[in-house]
């Protein structure tokens, strides 16, 4: 065997050897996300089981809150609007009855609000796994900006589902309920639309407000820099407000408005991040030198 022919094949040898070795990490990889859905998963069903077992309270106080007068929101624009003497802003009626028009539909609404209650409560160990995931592959000084990450996106959510319950749902229910075409129309609501409602309501606000850690990401990346989100300002209200138009199912400009001011605040709020993110990055690469 000549010289040539014997360095082919040492190195296709070493090849073959670091293919294997990428190919076993791999599968590593998918080993470790495995057992990291799995465990979401569990969780997910032990909180499932949690709200089955309390569904009485779910249902009744929660998922059926804002149909009642004398929920927080309405309490308060009732205070609010015989204090300032405003007329019509205290809600007094809520004219629409919900029906169930299939057969199972009651076992399914059982079902899917456990599951929605269940996303909800999990959502802080869902982050946590997926920050247990990714871990490993950050570095040091990485790992040091970064910690934290499960506390303030879990803070944001739930402020974000908070908001969204509180007041863009109450807000929505109450302009979608009075509005009247006719006497001869009477508003029969299914309990599917009902409960769609107020999970994308809820839901969509929670994830919106994830924003700044969406930035946050996105800076680290070097994808988003301050200098481009001041500068598409404009090009960012448009999109706020065709965001806020799609959340809220209402043609209520107030409610929008109502939705698109925390939008612009946490805009505002991810670009101090992004820039915070820059300042770091400039004073490491300084550092270096």
């Known amino acids: 065997m000549s010289t040539t022919e014997r360095k082919s094949l040492v190195e296709s040898i070493k090849d073959k050897g670091k293919n294997l070795e990428a190919e076993m990490s791999f599968f590593d ?19 499932a ?12 106080e929660i998922i059926m809150g804002p149909k009642k007068l004398d929920f927080w929101t309405y309490r308060m624009m009732c205070i609010v609007g015989n204090k300032f003497n405003i007329d019509g802003f205290c809600v007094e009626h809520i004219p629409f009855n ?25 959502f802080p160990y869902i982050l946590f796994e997926i920050w ?13 900006s970064a910690r934290g990450f499960v506390f303030y996106a ?7 589902v908070l908001f969204g319950y509180y007041v863009v749902v109450p807000l929505s229910v109450n302009f979608l309920a009075n509005i009247s075409l006719s006497i001869e129309i009477t508003n029969q609501i299914t309990i599917d639309s009902y409960l769609s409602t107020i999970a994308t309501l809820s839901l969509g606000c929670g994830l919106v407000f994830l924003l700044p850690i ?7 990346l070097g994808i988003m820099t301050p200098e481009f989100m001041r500068a598409s300002r404009r090009y960012a209200t448009v999109i706020i407000l065709v965001v ?23 805009y505002e709020i991810s670009i101090l991040v992004s820039a915070k993110v820059k300042k770091q990055k400039l004073a490491q690469e300084k550092n270096n030198i």
């Open 49 to 60: 089981g949690l709200s089955f077992t309390f569904y009485d309270f779910v249902f009744n």
């Open 214 to 220: 969406l930035i946050f990401i996105l800076s680290k």
């Open 132 to 144: 247990l995931f990714i871990k490993p592959a950050l570095t040091d000084i990485e790992r040091r």
């Open 98 to 122: 919900i029906i169930n028009t299939e057969l199972a539909g009651q076992f399914m609404l059982q079902i899917n609000s456990c599951l929605l209650m269940s996303l909800l409560l999990g």
């Open 244 to 266: 806020a138009a799609i959340i809220t199912p209402t043609a209520d400009v107030i409610t929008m408005l109502t939705v698109a001011t925390p939008m612009f605040l946490l």
């Open 154 to 160: 879990t803070l944001l959510f739930v402020l974000g």
């Open 29 to 47: 990889h998918l080993e470790v996300l495995r057992w990291h859905l799995v465990r979401s998963v569990i969780a997910i069903c032990i909180f």
